[in-house]
Structure formats: structure tokens, C-alpha cells
């Protein structure tokens, strides 16, 4: 899974802050219950599609402390697309 340099990375961070590395740890977790509710409990954690919807769900949250209309349709579409490959994936593996 992603780590929090990988984070700090992503939304351009180049500071250390206790106050943002403690929002940032809670935005991963949130971030990896998410995928397990929306992928399952075996989830690949090392599939760069996985890796990729959790940051972008990381700063969506980061950026705004709320879900709202930031992320375009289409980022959005993408992400389901994501999540519905791996779904059918994860299901293929276990027949």
C-alpha cells in the first residue's frame, strides 16, 4: 500500500508537521477501509490502480475535508471503472 512519503508526494508536501502527518495517517486509513468496503477485505494493496484511487480519495479528503464536486466526472468514472477491474479480477482468482 501507499505510505505516507508516498502521500506527502502526491499532494506536494515537503514539510514536516505533526498536525499534517496526523491528518494524513487518518486520510490513509479512511482511505484503505474504503477500498476494503469497496473491493473486500483481500484487496491487491500493491496494485497500482489501488494505489492510485487512494490518493486520489487521500486528496480529495486532504483538499477539502469533505466529498463534493472537486474531482471530475470523469476522475470519478475512473475510479469506478478501477474499482469494478479489481472486483472482477479478485472474483476470477478465487474460481
Known amino acids: 500500500m501507499i505510505t505516507i512519503e508516498d502521500i506527502k508526494d ?7 508537521d505533526l498536525a499534517i502527518i496526523t491528518r494524513l495517517k487518518h486520510l490513509k486509513r479512511v482511505a484503505e477501509l474504503y477500498l476494503e468496503g469497496a ?5 491487491p494493496k500493491e496494485d497500482e490502480r489501488v494505489k492510485e484511487i ?19 466526472g470523469n ?21
Open 10 to 16: 502526491y499532494l506536494g508536501i515537503d514539510y514536516e
Open 54 to 72: 487512494a490518493l486520489i480519495i487521500i486528496e480529495d479528503l486532504y483538499d477539502n475535508h469533505s466529498l463534493n464536486d472537486k474531482v471530475s
Open 75 to 95: 476522475v470519478r468514472r475512473l475510479i469506478n471503472d478501477f474499482s469494478l477491474q479489481i472486483k472482477c479480477e479478485m472474483k476470477r482468482k478465487k474460481v
Open 39 to 43: 473491493l473486500g477485505i483481500d484487496y
